[in-house]
């Protein structure tokens, strides 16, 4: 008997994040400058990472849907966007949490902050255009282009907001030149955490693309069967 | 090319004679303008800055953003309109005839510039007049900086109107794709309008010119090589 691999990265998803949990809230050391704040560091620094691979396999679904016009394509990029989004809201609402106690203020007009929620509207803005667009086909092309600018457009957000202001900290784990600035515990446990968001995503992915896949083969079916049958169908016409 | 000039001509005309979207852009703009103006203090803006004054520095940079908001708020309501004036299968028989989508994209890419520059036109002296701003703090300066800001909007409202017209919340899904999309040139106009207010100079803030026809580049690729796919039925 075959397992489902579904399964199986739901119950790796589940291990790993008790083990995770419990790094997190137990085995890590405290901040000595930030106490217990800091742990929430843990969630929001995976979350920023696996939303920013989220929506680049958005950009990777779309412009291979355009090329090929398989709908397989689009059910990744579909999927991933609204993973997407909500590891992208995980990631600021951790973030504003962090901040109060922190900078003494939930929000600042910072560059990072600023590039995130733009990120978010664009692909919110993606979300919305798929649910309102009336034509499957159609909605997809669209969408794959509003994927493709999306993601063409964030360095330059982050430039302009970058000459804008600035107060997000600086990046402390992947520095090419200098090396992580965290103690090895740290790291293995923002390590950990990464695995965990990383297995999430895959499950949000893998169900969605299941669930979208499943709801145009009923559209299918349902169209098959006016057509099979257009006495059924057809009969108040 | 000249299937591109063809193209603007033929949108261009249309608006000369029905004269359907710029009075609608001008005026909406206008009312904007009035409401904005409000908060700028008195005689902020009037003469060059002395000195270190920051009130005064502030209220020019806040004019900026001011500014180019209406510009924005003025395209999306121009795009909506001539948006609803193509509705009536214009696409469709585009379609049909023998011509590269990249080439249609650029013909209404340049209609789009045409309409803002318009606009503009109205806006911008108004805004000044409201605003106690003397022209010379802004021309010749601003040519350059509208010319970019209005290609990248332009450009960004060229390939999203057709998409968001055959949604049913058409007119709310058009701001929604178009802001974020094009925050760098509206940010980069405000910056290089503020500083033009400030001391009649770009100053520092020269490096937005870079930033913004890189924008302009990456989103008329962009809308050239992905149009065929917005306006395909």
Redesign the interface.
Known sequence: MTRDPLDVTQTLLFLSMVAGLIAVFFLVPTEAFQGVAQRIFYVHVPAAWIAYLAFAIVLVGSVAY?RTLDSRWDFVAYASARAGVVFTVINLITGMLWGRPIWGTYWVWDPRLTLTL?LL??Y??YL??RA????ET?GA??A???G???F??VP??H???D??RGQHPARTVIRPEAGPALPASMLATVGLMTVVFALAYLVFLALGVRLLRAESEIERLESLSVDSFPLAGGGQG | MKRIWTLARNDLLCEARAKQIAPVMVVFALSLVFLLTWALPPGAIRAPVPGPLAGAVGAREIAGILMWTVVFFAAVAGFNRSAAADREDTYEGLLLAPVDPAALFAGKLTGNFAFITAAEIAIFPIFMLFAGASPGLLFPGLLPVAFLGNLGLAA?GT??TP??Q????RSM?LP??T???S??II??SA?LTSSLLIDGTYGTEA??FI?MS??DI??IT?GAA?FE??I??
Request: hydrophobic content about 70%; cysteine-free; proline content about 6%.
């Open positions: 355009l733009v509207i664009i919110l803005g919305a255009f309102n667009a009336p034509d159609r092309k669209v794959a282009v509003i493709i600018a999306g063409a457009v330059l957000v430039f302009s907001v000459w804008w | 960004v390939l999203f998409a968001s055959h949604t049913p919340a899904i929604l794709l802001f974020p999309l925050l760098p940010l980069g910056r490096r937005w930033l890189v924008f990456v989103f962009i992905t796919f917005v395909q039925e």
